[in-house]
């Protein structure tokens, strides 16, 4: 960050005063510029025995599968953010939302959240952000073109929970060292 958002002044980083971390703070309007991390939230849909996948048409990871997801926008709740990137990825309508797995990447300063979520009916299609949407048994899903991470370890959570009848919800902390500069 070069310049204040309030008044165009530009900004130095440095601690605030009763603060721990350095800020981006304005040297005209002594505005302070908090910098938080970006949630991503979206769902594992099931129908029967199959999950829904989306082939991704945008970077990053143009023509890998992921699970749909995106970033939450302001005033909205995570399940319901989860519900609405489904609809724009997958044009899926999803029920019985449920917390399933939350990811911590403090490397990338983003949270992931998915929630396990039914498909209404077996209808679905590309959005604007897919090359092609499929529902897969667990012997289809390509794991080698899976995304991210993420979206592998929710998955094989998910086989395997449901082998056992029994989904817990998950939080986890992935922690990467910095790359060097």
Not at 59 to 76: Q, Y
């Amino acid at each position: 960050m070069n310049y204040c958002s309030h008044c165009g002044q530009p900004v130095v980083s440095r601690i605030p005063d009763g603060d721990s971390r350095p800020r981006f703070i304005c040297e005209g309007c002594g505005t302070i510029h908090y910098q938080n991390p970006r949630v991503v939230t979206g769902c594992l849909v099931t129908f029967e025995d199959r999950v829904l996948l989306a082939k991704r048409a945008i970077n990053p990871r143009h023509g890998f599968w992921t699970l749909p997801a995106g970033f939450l926008e302001n005033g909205e709740t995570a399940a319901a953010g989860a519900a609405r990137e489904t609809l724009e990825e997958a044009c899926a309508v999803v029920n019985d939302l449920s917390l399933y797995t939350m990811f911590s990447l403090p490397h990338i300063n983003q949270v992931y959240t998915f929630f396990r979520a039914e498909l209404k009916a077996p209808e679905f299609a590309a959005g604007t952000e897919s090359l092609d949407v499929q529902l897969m048994s667990e012997a289809e899903i390509p794991w080698d073109q899976l995304a991210f991470p993420v979206v592998t370890d929710t998955l094989k959570f998910y086989f395997e929970d449901r082998r056992h009848g029994h989904f817990p919800a998950r939080a986890m902390d992935i922690i990467r060292a910095p790359r060097p500069r």
